[in-house]
């Protein structure tokens, strides 16, 4: 498939995507649409390390005539990125879209990630930690028995999914007031009936869709027409994209307390190589099982 | 030292390493290795697969080929230590499940965007028709040209045979016996995890270095692959005619079949192949 440049194409007005998967996700996404050939190019950058780390990426060698940056907050070296904002030509204009987490559907997720078992393995077999699951990690528990006693504990926290929500929403709109792209009311009010988040910190490709429609209408020489080209564009190029393939299961008491409508008792989440439910990811995390990827 | 069973072998012997090197019962006996018989080149041999990389090798898992041995597997046996054992086992393909591979000329400029051709979708690509028009057209045109399946699927069955024969071991009743209840095939040559399940413990029963763990290493994988999807990165969709013709009784219609970074139904690949569209990876 086609790499992301990093040279100009004359006749395209270079734009800048910096961040870290949500932004090459968007600029893969840019550079696959019909209707902005030759019309805008994107170019990835990671905003990590200093700014000398990131002015020696190859994209920027077309800084000087970069035209538009789309900026990931919250992402990467905010002092470096900081630095990298004064350094774009005074004619480029930059526009910053939100890294929005939603931890309501995960409530037992503990985001420290020094708690990950296997610290020695580069690719953690389980990245998400699951404070309730792992209490039961060192009991010799049968499968069945396991099961009921993660489901015993899950309905003992009585968590506040509520507050949680509130929570995340709040956090959500903070990031949004600092941000030129807002995600928080359309979460609010979508989350029950589409699969926004695939894991806290991984929105799916609804919400990315959301984003780049906002930043697209703020591209100021692309007209009203063109922008009708572009949605259709997008709607034939996301049709079925799922993205991630590590997508972290919803316990049924959280998806009954929201009555999400995607979810069925059934449903199989994608993990990696693998298909699980609820219950047969709960049962190989506690047993640290391996699994194809 | 942990000694190494080399698999040679199509990408078939890739989800067989990749499952032996996740088996606990093996793990400390043995680890896989695995040289891409599509894919290896002549200088692979002096730069990858010198005698360091053959000093550990305990015994090979050969997938084996119609026809007479090609210059690279001719080369592994020449490589390969004199004691080690050979345990031969046959590649897995299916042709009858789609019918309509053949000539794409976009594939000469552009090998891998759809890399499973169709020939109807592909004479269909001239019409510019609009997308429901292309996916009638499509439909009308296949199902006129729909072949003789069952004639097919026995010219499938006379190549499952035939490599049987050089084989160590059978696959062709087997995949008779299962293929229309469960699905074995994501695209003609990509497998899903379901013939991995069968093969593993077939080799492992075979393999003088490894034989005492065969009932471990058996419920090992059943574990390991229950709801494994193997080889899923492309899998091409099943035409319906095809599924009725073939009974596939695991066939649905409403089906979403993996392609990269997407889930899409059969119309929706078909109506993306005809128009080469591009795709998130």
């Avoid at chain 1, 995960?106 to 393995?121: K, T, V």
């Avoid at chain 2, 067989?16 to 093996?26: D, F, M, V």
């Avoid at chain 2, 043995?30 to 290896?40: A, E, G, S, T």
């Amino acid at each position: 498939m086609t790499p992301l440049p990093t040279t100009a194409t004359p006749g395209s007005a270079p734009l800048f995507v910096l961040g870290h998967h949500a932004a090459h996700q968007m600029a893969g996404i840019i550079n696959r649409l019909p209707s902005l050939r030759g019309r805008l190019e994107a170019h990835f950058i990671a905003p990590d390390g200093d700014i000398d780390a990131i002015l020696a990426q190859p994209a920027c060698r077309i800084l000087p005539t970069v035209q538009l940056c789309w900026e990931q907050a919250d992402v990467g070296n905010a002092t470096a990125k900081a630095e990298f904002r004064n350094r774009l030509p005074r004619h480029c204009s930059v526009a910053r879209f939100p890294s929005p987490r939603l931890t309501a559907l995960w409530p037992f997720h503990h985001p420290d990630p020094s708690l990950i078992r296997e610290p020695q393995l580069e690719l953690q077999r389980y990245r998400f930690v699951d404070r309730l699951a792992d209490r039961l990690a060192d009991g010799a528990l049968d499968d069945d028995l396991l099961a009921l006693a993660y489901d015993r504990m899950a309905k003992e926290q009585n968590s506040d999914l509520g507050g949680i929500l509130a929570a995340d929403l709040a956090a959500m709109r903070r990031t949004d007031d600092a941000c030129d792209v807002k995600v928080a009311d359309f979460i609010e009010h979508n989350f029950k009936r589409q699969r926004l988040f695939a894991a806290p910190p991984f929105p799916t490709g609804t919400v990315a869709r959301h984003v780049l429609d906002q930043l697209l209408a703020r591209v100021p020489w692309l007209s009203e027409d063109c922008l009708d080209l572009v949605r259709r564009d997008l709607d034939f190029l996301l049709t079925g994209y799922v993205d991630r393939r590590d997508e972290l299961p919803v316990h049924p008491i959280v998806a009954r307390h929201f009555g999400l409508a995607w979810w069925s008792p059934a449903i199989r989440y994608r993990w990696h190589g693998n298909r699980w439910t609820f219950e047969e990811y709960l049962l190989d995390y506690v047993q640290r099982r391996r699994y194809l990827r | 030292m942990k000694r190494s069973i080399l698999i040679y072998s199509n990408c078939q012997g890739e989800e067989l390493q990749r499952a032996g090197n996740c088996l606990p019962c093996l793990d400390e006996h043995v680890q896989f290795k695995w040289i891409p018989l599509h894919k290896v080149t002549e200088p692979d041999w002096r730069n990858l697969y010198g005698p360091e990389f053959m000093a550990d090798v305990a015994a090979v898992w050969e997938q084996v080929e119609a026809g007479p041995p090609t210059d690279h597997r001719r080369e592994l046996h020449d490589r390969i230590p004199k004691d080690c054992q050979v345990v031969r086992f046959p590649p897995l393909s299916a042709l009858c499940i789609w019918p309509f591979a053949g000539n794409d000329p976009r594939l000469a400029a552009d090998p891998d965007r759809y890399h499973w051709s169709d020939s109807i979708a592909a004479a269909l690509a001239s019409e510019n028709l609009p997308h429901e028009a292309a996916f009638e057209r499509y439909m009308q045109i296949s199902t006129e040209r729909m072949p003789d399946l069952e004639r097919r699927l026995r010219l499938d069955v006379g190549r499952w045979q035939a490599t049987d024969a050089l084989s160590d071991f059978k696959l062709s009743e087997w995949v008779q016996q299962k293929f229309r209840t469960t699905k074995l095939f994501h695209t003609m040559g990509h497998l899903t995890a379901e013939p991995t399940r069968y093969i593993f413990p077939q080799l492992v029963q075979r393999t003088s270095a490894v034989a005492h763990r065969t009932s471990q290493s058996q419920r090992e994988i059943d574990l390991l692959l229950r709801y494994n999807e193997g080889q899923d990165h492309e899998t091409v969709p099943v035409h319906p005619l095809v599924a009725q013709r073939l009974q596939l009784r695991y066939f649905d219609p409403d089906a979403r079949y993996r392609w990269h970074a997407h889930d899409w139904t059969f119309k929706e690949y078909i109506i993306r192949y005809i128009n080469w569209a591009t795709y998130m990876d």
